[in-house]
Each structure stands twice: as structure tokens, then as C-alpha cells.
């Protein structure tokens, strides 16, 4: 009776190998669907957006992450001032800054075509 047990154990064994890198070509198929679909999108925004900050310049638009549109006054290494209104003046982190609006000078060149 032992030695039946024996064998049987043995010739499961082989099989047991191939279930074994079988097993994991899901996990690798689901992996490679997560990187594709959720995280080198996600790169690709965040590399966007750190170019669009170190591209900031004094004059131009821009609305913040909590939904400030405002002109940039001055601009420091971590720091944005921005005019939000006339003679209202507020301070930012250089993080916070959503999205570009316009260029100062579209918006000079709009102006003189309103003229």
C-alpha cells in the first residue's frame, strides 16, 4: 500500500512542473494589459505636465488644480504669482498649475484686432 502511494505521488509530479509556468502566463498576460492601458499612459501625462511647468513664462494664462484662472506676475523655482483679478494678487505652488490658457501675446494680438 506504501509503495502505491509512492508511485502515484511520482507520476504527478511531472506534470505538476508544466501547471507550474502555465499557472503564471495569466498573471504576465494581465500585467502587460495594466501597463499598456493604466500606467505608461499615466507616464506619458506626467512627463507632459512637467514640461508644460518648466515652460511657464511671465504674462501668460493659466488656470490652476483648484480652478483659479489667472496671469502669472512673477515666477519663481516653487512659487507662481498670479493676478486673479485687478490688484488682486495670490501666491501658488508650481505644482498646482492645471493647464496653459494663452499666451500673453495672443491675447495682446487679440486686443489690438478688437480695436
Same mark, same amino acid.
Not at 492645471?98 to 487679440?110: C, L, Q, T
Given at each position: 500500500m !506504501?509503495?502505491? /502511494?509512492? /508511485?502515484? +505521488?511520482?507520476? +504527478? +509530479? /511531472? #506534470?505538476?512542473?508544466? $501547471? #507550474? @509556468?502555465? +499557472?503564471?502566463?495569466? @498573471? !504576465? =498576460?494581465?500585467?502587460?494589459?495594466?501597463?499598456?492601458?493604466? =500606467?505608461r499612459p499615466q507616464q506619458k501625462k506626467s512627463k507632459e505636465h512637467k514640461a508644460m511647468i518648466s515652460n511657464l513664462k511671465k504674462g501668460v494664462r493659466i488656470v490652476t488644480s483648484g480652478g483659479i484662472f489667472g496671469t502669472i506676475q512673477s515666477i519663481d523655482d516653487t512659487t507662481i504669482g498670479?493676478? @486673479?483679478?485687478?490688484? &488682486?494678487? @495670490?501666491? =501658488?505652488?508650481? $505644482?498646482n498649475v492645471?493647464? &496653459?490658457?494663452?499666451?500673453?501675446?495672443?491675447?495682446?494680438?487679440?486686443d489690438k484686432k478688437k480695436k
Open positions: !506504501i509503495s502505491t /502511494a509512492y /508511485a502515484m +505521488g511520482q507520476s +504527478g +509530479g /511531472a #506534470g505538476g512542473q508544466a $501547471g #507550474g @509556468i502555465a +499557472g503564471f502566463l495569466p @498573471i !504576465i =498576460i494581465l500585467f502587460a494589459i495594466f501597463y499598456f492601458l493604466l =500606467i498670479l493676478e @486673479i483679478a485687478e490688484k &488682486v494678487k @495670490i501666491k =501658488i505652488s508650481r $505644482g492645471a493647464a &496653459v490658457i494663452s499666451d500673453a501675446e495672443a491675447v495682446k494680438k487679440e
